[in-house]
Nanobody
Framework: QVHLVESGGGLVQAGGSLRLSCAAS????????MAWFRQAPGKEREFVAA????????NYADSVKGRFTISRDNAKNTVYLQMNSLKPEDTAIYYC????????????????????WGQGTQVTVSS
């Protein structure tokens, strides 16, 4: 099993920045990729960014490209999401997820590939 705990959410003004963290524990050696998803009120959970756990290749949703950066620290078993130039439409609960599935390319991962999820952290961007 893998346990994920997110932190770093909060309230920020439009144009500001936040950095989310996701600490993984348990059988982390079986993780192949990690990702961030988000869910706004009344909307479905959507993909934000993903990172390959070993090689570090990344993939982003078009809506966050150029503003968000996903990274990982394998020594700390932690994944980060640096969010810059935040917009009110980025307001959502952000979830960290871990996949035990090995895919050849990071852009090949789908939501159904992710086996473990954190409890989520709220990000609110005021206009």
């Amino acid at each position: 099993q893998v346990h994920l705990v997110e932190s770093g959410g909060g309230l920020v003004q439009a144009g500001g920045s936040l950095r989310l963290s996701c600490a993984a524990s348990g059988r982390t050696f079986i993780i192949h990729a990690m990702a961030w998803f988000r869910q706004a009120p009344g909307k479905e959970r959507e993909f934000v960014a993903a990172i390959n756990w070993s090689g570090g290749s990344t993939n982003y949703a078009d809506s966050v490209k150029g503003r968000f950066t996903i990274s990982r620290d394998n020594a700390k078993n932690t994944v980060y999401l640096q969010m810059n130039s935040l917009k009110p439409e980025d307001t959502a609960i952000y979830y960290c997820a871990a996949s035990l599935t090995a895919r050849p390319y990071i852009w090949g991962y789908k939501r159904g590939d992710f086996d473990f999820w954190g409890q989520g952290t709220q990000v609110t961007v005021s206009s």
